[in-house]
């Protein structure tokens, strides 16, 4: 094992001198997948354990090579790295979260696979689920009506919403957002990252009924809150 911790910045820096193309790097604690990526025109989303903090040179090289596709028989090498390091991944207990797209007034499911097939081109890979009232009967001083949890992988929309007095669009909206969010990651620019960059703002703009969905929350924001 390596000594000197590196930096995102300095794997972004190595990648793209090997790969020639943008790199943007997410250290994670996620014991199950310790590389991901998605690629992009000029650019590469990589998802990486913390424990390439400790990687050096000739293991991002093989890293490099192995997410080209030009050697994917270094696979072995990158799997030699992982036993090496393995005291670095947590070994938290399993907790399985059941998820709930089918809410009593609307269902996340058919929303999800409509949108998912007409503007992402089935290509958002996500769980989906209902959150959970965690202060059921009491008036919220604010709410966060949707999430992407980018560790799991899971988009969860606050329970708050699954009443007959919320309009379908609004729902769709906060669904569209978060599957944003799932799609694209995080952007980059000038070195920083962006939650809600210019691509994100592009995407969600083909939101269908987006602005009459913001009218309604605006508008609307005392109703949520109240239990």
């Not at 490099?64 to 005291?87: D, P, Q, Y």
């Not at 081109?121 to 202060?135: D, F, I, P, S």
């Not at 703009?205 to 605006?218: F, H, N, T, Y």
Request: aromatic share 8%.
């Amino acid at each position: 094992m390596h000594t000197k911790s590196l930096t995102t910045a300095d794997i972004e820096l190595h990648l793209a001198r090997e790969l020639g193309y943008d790199v943007s790097v997410v250290l994670t604690d996620n014991s199950f997948t310790l590389i991901s990526f998605k690629k992009n025109s000029g650019s590469l989303k990589l998802r990486l354990h913390n424990m390439f903090r400790f990687a050096g040179p000739p293991e991002l090289d093989t890293l490099g090579a192995f997410i080209s596709g030009k050697n994917r028989h270094k696979a072995r090498r990158l799997r030699e790295f992982f036993r090496e390091n393995s005291s670095l991944v947590k070994k938290s207990p399993v907790r399985w979260e059941r998820f709930r797209h089918a809410g009593a007034h609307h269902d996340l499911g058919p929303m999800f696979k409509e949108l998912n097939h007409r503007y992402f081109g089935r290509a958002v890979k996500a769980g989906l689920t209902w959150g959970r009232e965690t202060r059921s009967g009491k008036r919220l001083k604010h709410i966060r009506i949707g999430s992407y949890d980018w560790e799991k992988r899971v988009i969860r929309i606050h329970p708050r919403l699954d009443r007959a007095s919320v309009p379908g669009y609004v729902v769709k909206a906060v669904l569209f957002h978060e599957m944003c969010h799932a799609h694209l990651g995080t952007e980059k620019k000038n070195g920083r990252r962006l939650i809600h960059g210019p691509g994100f703002k592009e995407l969600l703009s083909r939101c269908p009924d987006l602005d009459r969905a913001e009218k309604w929350q605006e508008k609307n924001l005392s109703r949520i809150l109240a239990p």
